[in-house]
Each structure stands twice: as structure tokens, then as C-alpha cells.
């Protein structure tokens, strides 16, 4: 039984045309660099990065508590490192979960809750983990089931070198829910994946690398060697079969993930309890296959000397279902499928081989690679370092997690778990109910928990975090786009700059950053990339435009957007450069001119609102025939100005075809407030 290997390849590039309008209103601009300050590790090294992620793994493990689990490798990462009991995903399914890791952005900023949709659909300038490493500098590269959308893996931002996958295979309806077989470890995706990893090792050992290696079980069809099975010949796993007391509406019973398996009962009949036991076994082996392949990747990073300075990061992407409240698989909101494995090792950590319960998530891993590898924390993140946890894990940490599941939003806290949708409500005690057998949101003792919760639910997860976040004393770091060093990038070091474009010998020789002997746009956009950034550990930052610079922002936005150069630090350099025109809150509503203009084809139509309103344009010609109605909807009050905020027209008439060359006139409409301006399409 073999299986085919598929290389990954580039990515095309992404290009937007972007653009900025002149006559914004005078007045502050705003935008904090961070909810949180960022926090450095005591070493002043930066390690390289083994990231290693398991899909549909549960905690499952000897180091969690688990002693008839065969997971020596596993485990060994443990010993050196910190075990999390309480993580928890943002979303239990795997491309939405695996976006949050990725991305350090919760569901609802990546708009992500499904298998299909790749987030740079949604949220393309994100900045990824990969990416903001290959960005500091790092070589990354990725192998395996990394992503469950493969274009990630092809994402030229994110990887130095295109990824590669072993190829998955169709499923066929006459497949069994499990099988072992008499064959060795590299017969299967993950053993080729382990013998791939191992060679990218020696290739990349001399580098500073960021590597992620992803293996696909224990994911459904539960297949291994034979060997692994017969580790569990004779055991007893520990999974508690609970019962349900949870209406069904609210979550239904055995998510359609084992029954489309040969061996399974498809008309909604209970499994069989001796059906259940293979499933947990076989489950349970695919584990132990893939703890062996782990294996293989770390005793060759040893046996490089590149241990002691790599941190290891060990995580599954959600929880999962084996029986527990009548449900086998993940994607509902139960305890079972968000809580996920999580290990973090880093190089001389003191508090080593520990067990933490601090409540954390697995959108915090962005954050603490970066601080463990004294990388800047980028602003954007919504999660929190845990390298304070890593030091000390018994400090007083977050008070709660946050997950979801399209419309359902739940919130865990040490004792409880409260969820709800729509209508519908569920609370479970783990102080008398650790299995979440019994729902008692309808009972009058709780009601009291119950509204307390609901309303940390709608504050939302920075409700929730620690109250004194910890800083320490570093040694500070020089930052090259720093210009005035003053420990913090910000629009000052641009004025810098922007102050001497042109000069050929400038008297503070850092406003030339990238040393070309010319001093001009592309320098600003370097340093724009990293605004907010700071060399010393503590407080949030914030980054404001005076009045009389606003313009000036304009400017280098409009220049910046005459470079030929689609490369990552531009892209983020106008990005940065455009929140703070974004974040200008107008005083009044106003129709701004379109841009370009004249055009041909397409224009955008900026405008500005002072209050929340329900926004169109409509477009009319010389004889006043209606030509175009551009619905937009309602829209909170902000600056809409750039490509993706601004109103788009294509240069179309309403049933789709082009329309002559002249002169239009479009009619804003923003409320009670409506006004007329005229645009040339040039042919």
C-alpha cells in the first residue's frame, strides 16, 4: 500500500491596487501597538523554532496524566518543557483553529468557520507566524498538514521555500473507520513526512530556521501499523463514556464524521459498545504511530547539536470526541473537543518538566514564539505571551478562554464552562460535574453564574486577562528603524526621514535604512513596516498623527503606491501606514473625490462618516439616466478611504457593460446626508 508524495508550490503574488485620498479632516489619528505589553525572555538569543502539530488530537498523552498512553517522544518534550492542562482552541474544526494559530487573530477577525474559505480571502495583509519570522529573518519551510487549505502552504509571505504535503487520498465508502496493517512506518503519510522533516533538518541546520511539521493522525480512517495496535492489545483506556443531558437542538448527537465508514451504523443507531473500544484503541495506536514519527524529527535535531537551541512547540489543532456525551469527533462546543494538547520547550528554561493550570489558548502561541525568540510581539495579536506561565506556572493568569462555533460562543473559567446561541443556554459545574454530564442553566441556584457569565461573554476575551502582566529587565535592543532612538518606532522616525529625501549625505546617516546611498520612499516604507515596534519591554503604546501631518501621511501613501514591488515589507509598510488614516474618527459626513480620476476602467469613491448611516451611490450620465446603483449598506462611522473600505465602481452600467467615455456624476447618500460630485472615464 503505497501513497503518492505532492510537492507544494508557489503561491502567485498578490497585488491590489491601493490609493489614498487627499482632504482628510485635521485632527488625531490613533492607534495602540498593543492590549498588552509585550514581553521579552531573559536570554537575549534568537533560537530557531520546531513547531510540531498534530491533527485531531486530544490530550491523550502520558504526560497528561495518561500512563497507559505509549508516547515516550511526546513526553520527552515535556520533561524539558511546560505541559498547559488547560489549553483550549478557538475553534474546534480544524482550517478555522489552525487560522487562529496561524494568524494570532480570533474567529471573528479572521471570518474563518469553515474548511473551505483560505484567509487571505478575508484578511489578506494579515501578517502570519511564518511570515513575521521569514521577516526577522529567519528561514521557514513548511512540512506536512500544516494548514487544512493547501494554499497556505504555497503562501510565498509565509514560507522561504515552497512547502510540501504528501498527497491526500479520496475517501472510498467502503473503507472501514479503522485497520492495521503489516507494514513499516514510511508506507503512510506521516511516516513520509517524518523521513522528509529529517531531511530538511540537515539542509537547514546552518540557518536560523522556523520549521513546521504537520502530521494527519490520529485523524479518521484510523490507520497504523500493526505494531502500534498491539500496544494496546490488553489495555485499558481511560475515557469516560458520559451521558447526554443537553437538548438535542441545541447540540446534536454524533457529528457526521465516523458514520460515513463502512463499519459504522449510518441510520443514527448507537455504535455498539465493542465498536466503541476499537475506535478508542485504534484511536489510541494512531497516536503511538505518530509519536514514533516525532521521534524521528527529534532525535535528529539532537543528534545535529541543534537542541539546546530550538524552541519546541508541541500542539493539537482542537480536541476530540471518543464517546463522551454521545458524540464521536469534534466541531460542537463541548469541553472534549476544545480542550487541546499543548507543550511548549524552550532552551534553559528553569521551570522545566512542570505542569501548568493557567488557562491559556492556542491563539497565544503567535505571541510567545515571538517573545521567546526576541522577535517584536506585533500589535494586531489577540493573544498573550506565555512565557510569564513558562517561568512561573503557578502565577495568576487569564480568568477565562474563548471559543466558538459559527453563531454558538462559549466561555470557560476554572470552574465552569457557559455557553450560549441564540435562545439557548448551557452551564456545566466542573466543581461536581467534571465530565459536563449535567446542563444546569434552567436551575434556579445558578442563575445568578449564569448572568454573570453571559456578561463575560459579551465583554469579551481582553475581560479576561491577567490584571498585573509581569515585565522584566533586558538588555535593550537597537532597533535599525529606530531613527531617533528613542525606543520606539513611530511617526516621528518617518518625519525623519520624509525630512531628508533626496539629501545625499544626511546628517543622521540612519534615515538611509537600507544603506542604498539614496534617501527616499522605500526607506519610510521599511521603517512604516515596523511602526510601533519597541526596544524596551512595558506599557501599551500608542502612535497619533498631529494635525499638520496628516497630509503628509497622504503623500508618502500615494508615492509608496508608485513602487513596482509587491514585496511583503512594502505591502506592510502601507498597511501600517493606512491604519492611521483608517483610524481617524470624522467629525462630520463628507464625499471625498474619486480616485483615479480621470479613469478607465474602475474608481473608488472615498467618503467619511460622522455617524453610523446606511450608505449608496448612485451614478447618472450627462442627460441624467440612471446608469449604476452602488448599494454598500450600513456602516459605522470612520474613515473610508482605501480599496477595501472605499465604494468601488467597475465602469458598468447596471445589467453589466461598459459605459462610454465622459463625463458621470455620482450621488452619495449617508443617511439624511446627500451630495453630488462628477468623474471622467478617459478611453
Known amino acids: 500500500m503505497k501513497d503518492n508524495d505532492q510537492t507544494g508550490t508557489s503561491s502567485p503574488t498578490f497585488s491590489r491596487r491601493e490609493f489614498i485620498s487627499t482632504g482628510l479632516k485635521a485632527g488625531a489619528a490613533v492607534f495602540t501597538t498593543s492590549l498588552f505589553p509585550s514581553l521579552n525572555v531573559a536570554s537575549n538569543t534568537q533560537y530557531n523554532v520546531l513547531f510540531i502539530m498534530v491533527d485531531d488530537l486530544r490530550p491523550l498523552l502520558g504526560c497528561y496524566g495518561h500512563p497507559e498512553m505509549h508516547t515516550p517522544n511526546i513526553d520527552s518534550i515535556a520533561e524539558r518543557g511546560t505541559v498547559f492542562n488547560r489549553a483550549y482552541c478557538q475553534f474546534p474544526l480544524c482550517s478555522p483553529s489552525r487560522t487562529a494559530i496561524m494568524t494570532g487573530?480570533?474567529?471573528?477577525?479572521?471570518?474563518?468557520?469553515?474548511?473551505?474559505?483560505?484567509?487571505?480571502?478575508?484578511?489578506?495583509d494579515v501578517v502570519t507566524l511564518p511570515q513575521h519570522f521569514k521577516d526577522s529573518g529567519y528561514h521557514?519551510?513548511?512540512?506536512?498538514?500544516?494548514?487544512?487549505?493547501?494554499?497556505?502552504?504555497?503562501?510565498?509571505?509565509?514560507?522561504?521555500?515552497?512547502?510540501?504535503?504528501?498527497?491526500?487520498?479520496?475517501?472510498?465508502?467502503?473503507?472501514?473507520?479503522?485497520?492495521?496493517?503489516?507494514?513499516?512506518?514510511?508506507?503512510?503519510?506521516?511516516?513520509?513526512?517524518?523521513?522528509?522533516?529529517?531531511?530538511?533538518?540537515?539542509?537547514?541546520?546552518?540557518?536560523?530556521?522556523?520549521?513546521?511539521?504537520?502530521?494527519?493522525?490520529?485523524?479518521?480512517?484510523?490507520?497504523?501499523?500493526?505494531?502500534?495496535?498491539?500496544?494496546?492489545?490488553?489495555?485499558?483506556?481511560?475515557?469516560?463514556?458520559?451521558?447526554?443531558?443537553?437538548?438535542?437542538?441545541?447540540n446534536p448527537p454524533f457529528w457526521n464524521e465516523v458514520r460515513p465508514f463502512a463499519d459504522i451504523p449510518n441510520n443514527w443507531e448507537p455504535i455498539p459498545y465493542s465498536k466503541m473500544l476499537e475506535l478508542i484503541r485504534a484511536y489510541a495506536a494512531t497516536i503511538s504511530y505518530v509519536d514514533a514519527q516525532i521521534g524521528?524529527?527529534?532525535?535528529?535535531?539532537?543528534?545535529?547539536?541543534?537542541?539546546?537551541?530550538?524552541?519546541?512547540?508541541?500542539?493539537?489543532?482542537?480536541?476530540?470526541?471518543?464517546?463522551?456525551?454521545?458524540?464521536?469527533?469534534?466541531?460542537?462546543?463541548?469541553?472534549?473537543?476544545?480542550h487541546s494538547p499543548l507543550i511548549v520547550s524552550i532552551p534553559g528554561q528553569q521551570a522545566s518538566g512542570k505542569n501548568t493550570d493557567a488557562l491559556v489558548e492556542l491563539v497565544d502561541v503567535f505571541p510567545t514564539l515571538c517573545d521567546a525568540c526576541q522577535i517584536p510581539i506585533l500589535p494586531e495579536l489577540e493573544g498573550l505571551s506565555m512565557i510569564p506561565v513558562i517561568d512561573d506556572p503557578e502565577i495568576p493568569w487569564k480568568t477565562a478562554t474563548f471559543s466558538q462555533r459559527k453563531k454558538k460562543r462559549t466561555i470557560r473559567t476554572d470552574e465552569f464552562r457557559y455557553s450560549e446561541e441564540g435562545r439557548y443556554k448551557e452551564l456545566y459545574d466542573y466543581r461536581t460535574d467534571p465530565y459536563s454530564e449535567v446542563d444546569v442553566?434552567?436551575?434556579?441556584?445558578?442563575?445568578?453564574?449564569?448572568?454573570?457569565?453571559?456578561?463575560?461573554?459579551?465583554?469579551?476575551?481582553?475581560?479576561?486577562?491577567?490584571?498585573?502582566?509581569?515585565?522584566?529587565?533586558?538588555?535593550?535592543?537597537?532597533l535599525i528603524w529606530d531613527i531617533n532612538a528613542d525606543g520606539i518606532v513611530d511617526v516621528e522616525d518617518l518625519l525623519l526621514i520624509s525630512n531628508n529625501f533626496g539629501i545625499e549625505l544626511p546628517d543622521n546617516p540612519k534615515v538611509d535604512v537600507n544603506e542604498d546611498g539614496n534617501v527616499n520612499i522605500i526607506d519610510l516604507l521599511i521603517v512604516a513596516a515596523h511602526l510601533g515596534e519597541?526596544?524596551?519591554?512595558?506599557?501599551?503604546?500608542?502612535?497619533?498623527?498631529?494635525?499638520?501631518?496628516?497630509?503628509?501621511?497622504?503623500?508618502w501613501i500615494y508615492d509608496a503606491h508608485k513602487i513596482k514591488d509587491a514585496s511583503p515589507i512594502y505591502r506592510k509598510g502601507i498597511k501600517n501606514l493606512e491604519m492611521l488614516i483608517n483610524s481617524v474618527v470624522p467629525n462630520?459626513?463628507?464625499?471625498?473625490?474619486?480616485?483615479?480620476?480621470?479613469?478607465?476602467?474602475?474608481?473608488?469613491?472615498?467618503?467619511?462618516?460622522?455617524?453610523?448611516?446606511?450608505?449608496?451611490?448612485?451614478?447618472?450620465?450627462?442627460?441624467?439616466?440612471?446608469?449604476?446603483?452602488?448599494?454598500?449598506?450600513?456602516?459605522?462611522?470612520?474613515?473610508?478611504?482605501?480599496?477595501?473600505?472605499?465604494?468601488?465602481?467597475?465602469?458598468?452600467?447596471?445589467?453589466?457593460?461598459?459605459?462610454?467615455?465622459?463625463?458621470?456624476?455620482?450621488?452619495?447618500?449617508?443617511?439624511?446626508?446627500?451630495?453630488?460630485?462628477?468623474?471622467?472615464?478617459?478611453?
Open 105 to 124: 487573530l480570533r474567529p471573528d477577525t479572521t471570518r474563518i468557520s469553515e474548511n473551505r474559505t483560505f484567509f487571505r480571502e478575508t484578511i489578506p
Open 140 to 250: 521557514t519551510q513548511s512540512i506536512g498538514k500544516v494548514a487544512h487549505i493547501p494554499d497556505f502552504q504555497d503562501d510565498m509571505y509565509s514560507w522561504s521555500v515552497p512547502s510540501w504535503r504528501p498527497l491526500w487520498p479520496r475517501f472510498d465508502e467502503t473503507t472501514p473507520s479503522w485497520q492495521a496493517f503489516d507494514v513499516e512506518d514510511d508506507e503512510f503519510r506521516d511516516g513520509k513526512t517524518a523521513i522528509r522533516a529529517v531531511q530538511v533538518l540537515d539542509q537547514i541546520k546552518n540557518d536560523q530556521f522556523f520549521l513546521t511539521v504537520g502530521f494527519y493522525k490520529p485523524h479518521l480512517p484510523l490507520r497504523a501499523p500493526r505494531k502500534y495496535f498491539d500496544l494496546y492489545e490488553n489495555t485499558s483506556i481511560n475515557i469516560p463514556f458520559t451521558s447526554r443531558d443537553t437538548p438535542i437542538d441545541i
Open 296 to 338: 524521528l524529527v527529534l532525535n535528529k535535531l539532537d543528534a545535529l547539536g541543534l537542541t539546546d537551541n530550538t524552541v519546541i512547540v508541541f500542539c493539537g489543532d482542537h480536541g476530540y470526541h471518543l464517546g463522551e456525551n454521545e458524540n464521536w469527533g469534534k466541531n460542537i462546543v463541548y469541553e472534549a473537543t476544545l
Open 441 to 478: 442553566a434552567v436551575d434556579p441556584e445558578y442563575t445568578e453564574i449564569v448572568e454573570q457569565l453571559s456578561e463575560r461573554l459579551r465583554a469579551g476575551w481582553q475581560e479576561a486577562l491577567p490584571e498585573n502582566i509581569p515585565t522584566r529587565v533586558v538588555p535593550s535592543k537597537t
Open 534 to 555: 519597541s526596544s524596551q519591554a512595558g506599557s501599551p503604546r500608542t502612535i497619533s498623527i498631529a494635525d499638520q501631518h496628516i497630509h503628509r501621511v497622504e503623500e
Open 588 to 683: 462630520e459626513t463628507r464625499l471625498l473625490p474619486n480616485y483615479p480620476n480621470p479613469f478607465n476602467p474602475e474608481t473608488w469613491i472615498p467618503y467619511d462618516l460622522g455617524q453610523d448611516a446606511d450608505v449608496s451611490v448612485h451614478i447618472h450620465n450627462l442627460k441624467g439616466e440612471h446608469i449604476r446603483h452602488l448599494r454598500v449598506g450600513f456602516q459605522t462611522a470612520g474613515s473610508y478611504r482605501t480599496p477595501s473600505r472605499a465604494v468601488h465602481w467597475n465602469g458598468r452600467n447596471s445589467i453589466g457593460e461598459p459605459v462610454a467615455s465622459g463625463i458621470y456624476f455620482y450621488t452619495f447618500t449617508a443617511g439624511d446626508f446627500t451630495t453630488t460630485r462628477k468623474m471622467l472615464i478617459r478611453k
